[in-house]
């Protein structure tokens, strides 16, 4: 049965900004312990609309990397810019965290974080299976089960399901956070917030 009232995140785990945002949204959960918590991956740059690390998009990334570790206080290794032996592909782990979701949701958000945390702040890539599953063991997840399922027919298209209800939703542009009471969805923010500003935008009735 679905919780009469929840957060839903939509968000990339190799997204800047929701690294930069993950720390608020714990915040949140802390505050609204009653409320449930969604993760859903939106696609930052999945499978097509992937791109190889170059120098015109490794400056681009360093600049608002710098931005946002000023702004949220987020630490981030820089030298994952440096390298160009990657294709910055988000699909693989919004995969993961997809999978994760349908077999054991409570590890969805932590795996979320660890990829995250991987990714901006360790310099690991975290675009390959062998590494994902080291990081979804980590947070308590059982690697074999997502290994299993990774690459099997059945749930290949897990992340594209997910971005499809992004899409559907209007939603393009991630962190993006909503409120769930019944039916209603009530919009938290469209980037970077804070947890004193969403919990003041929460609907009426939200914490009650």
Not at 32 to 41: D, K, N, Q, S, Y
Not at 99 to 118: C, G
């Amino acid at each position: 049965m679905e919780t009469e009232r929840e957060i839903i995140y939509v968000g990339d785990p190799m997204c800047s900004w929701c690294w930069g945002i993950a720390p608020q949204l714990d915040e949140l959960q802390r505050r609204l312990p009653e409320a449930g918590f969604r993760v859903i991956t939106g696609g930052l740059r999945p499978g097509p609309n992937a791109r190889q690390m170059d120098d015109e998009l490794a400056g681009h990334l360093e600049h608002e990397w710098t931005l946002i570790e000023q702004a949220t206080g987020q630490p981030f290794d820089l030298s994952t810019v440096a390298r160009r032996d990657f294709l910055y592909d988000t699909e693989p782990a919004c995969r993961a965290i997809a999978l994760v979701r349908l077999f054991d949701e409570p590890r969805a958000w932590p795996l979320f974080k660890r990829i995250q945390k991987a990714f901006y702040a360790e310099g690991i890539i975290t675009t390959g299976l062998e590494t994902l599953l080291v990081l979804a063991e980590e947070v308590g997840a059982d690697g074999e089960r997502l290994r299993t399922a990774f690459d099997s027919e059945e749930f290949r298209d897990a992340a594209w399901a997910d971005f499809t209800v992004a899409r559907e939703w209007g939603i393009t542009s991630f962190p993006t956070v909503i409120a769930r009471m019944g039916d209603q969805g009530h919009l938290l923010t469209i980037g970077y917030s804070n947890a004193d500003v969403m919990m003041e935008r929460l609907p009426a009735g939200f914490t009650a």
